[in-house]
């Protein structure tokens, strides 16, 4: 098997087409212009690029994208400040703060103070609350990037096995939801789960977000099934040239499955695209503008969520 490699890249960037046009409407139906702020402490060399894409690609739709640059010393109560002013901003409909954050902040208060109306990275109790009971929900961006790249390789999700190795609060505890949703049977794997191989043998679908490089063998798979790679890991390879992989064995898998993420290239950009989907997405919800066909749940089938027959409730 020569499995055919899912392009992220150019997904991600059909899907910032349609955001963008999905922004031109907002603007002239409704004269709403969508606002991201992005921030950031300290000049990690990862999160400085991270936080430099999202805003460059903000721009690029049309938002109205601010980014906030703050030492990495700043105190907890001057980053809830910032919070708050962003909360009551009425021109700002998302509010992302890049992780990981300084050892003296503490995290879940950084995140629970975000209004859960402009949680653009689905990281609020609230919503994963909502996510999980199956009501409209800001999610986080790297499960429905994953559920969009393997929806378009298995239209019909209903009844297939998948295997989702990593549990943690931002990928694989919301994936195992949307996943289930979609009618999958779900398999939530963890360092402590026993037999993984074995696991991932009897699955048509396996996606690895652990991060830990070349986890996942070739050997592994199941023959014609699809491997999503979420990991994001910087080795050195033999030349001493420091590169970056995921938590599949890349060349092996290709040779068993039939659909393959790569990295990079894959699950990443993709991520970066439904920040900006999540973004139009509250924009619509916290203004209370509907669509006439208002899906009850976001639909992440057609991430684009303004339809042509935007309307304002008021
Ligand atoms: P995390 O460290 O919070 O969680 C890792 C999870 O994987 C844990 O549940 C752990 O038990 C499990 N795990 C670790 N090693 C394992 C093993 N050997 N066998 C089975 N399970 C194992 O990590 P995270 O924040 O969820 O990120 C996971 C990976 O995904 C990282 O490489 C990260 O960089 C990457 N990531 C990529 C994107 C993207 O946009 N592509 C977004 C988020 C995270």
């Not at 499955?257 to 973004?279: C, E, K, Q």
């Not at 749940?297 to 304002?312: A, E, F, M, Y």
Request: contains cysteine; charged residues 20%.
């Amino acid at each position: 098997m020569n499995a055919i490699r899912i392009d992220g890249k150019a997904m991600a960037e059909a899907l910032r087409g349609r955001i963008a046009s999905d922004v031109r409407l907002l603007q002239n139906k409704c004269r709403v212009t969508p606002g991201l702020a992005v921030v950031l402490l300290g000049k990690d060399p990862a999160s400085s690029v991270y936080v430099k894409t999202k805003a460059r690609q903000a721009r690029a739709v049309g938002f109205n994208s601010r980014q906030y640059l703050m030492p990495s010393n700043v105190g907890e109560a001057e980053l809830l400040e910032l919070i708050e002013e962003l909360n009551a901003d009425d021109s700002i409909d998302g509010i992302l703060v890049q992780l990981p954050l300084p050892a003296h902040i503490d995290r879940w208060r950084v995140l629970e103070a975000i209004d859960p109306a402009k949680d653009v990275d689905g990281f609020h109790p609230y919503n994963v609350g909502r996510l999980a009971a199956g009501r409209p929900a800001l999610a986080p961006c790297t499960p429905l990037a994953v559920v969009h790249l393997i929806k378009t390789v298995a239209r019909d999700l209903n009844g297939l096995d998948v295997v989702v190795i990593g549990r943690s609060n931002i990928v694989g505890k919301p994936l195992a939801v949307l996943l289930g949703d979609a009618g999958c049977t779900v398999t939530g794997a963890q360092l402590q789960t026993r037999n993984l191989p074995d696991l991932c043998r009897k699955a048509d679908i396996v996606v690895a977000a652990a991060g830990c490089a070349g986890l996942v063998r070739g050997d592994w798979l199941k023959p014609g099934g699809i491997v999503v790679d979420v990991g994001i890991n910087r080795v050195i390879d033999s030349t001493g040239t420091a590169k970056l992989v995921g938590d599949v064995a890349f060349a092996e898998a290709s040779d068993r499955a039939s659909y393959i993420t790569p990295v990079p290239g894959g699950v990443g950009p993709m991520t970066v695209a439904y920040l900006l989907a999540n973004t139009v997405y509250a924009a619509v919800l916290r203004r209370g503008l509907s669509l006439v066909t208002t899906p009850e749940t976001p639909d992440i089938s057609r991430p684009s969520l303004v339809g042509k027959n935007l309307q304002s409730k008021g």
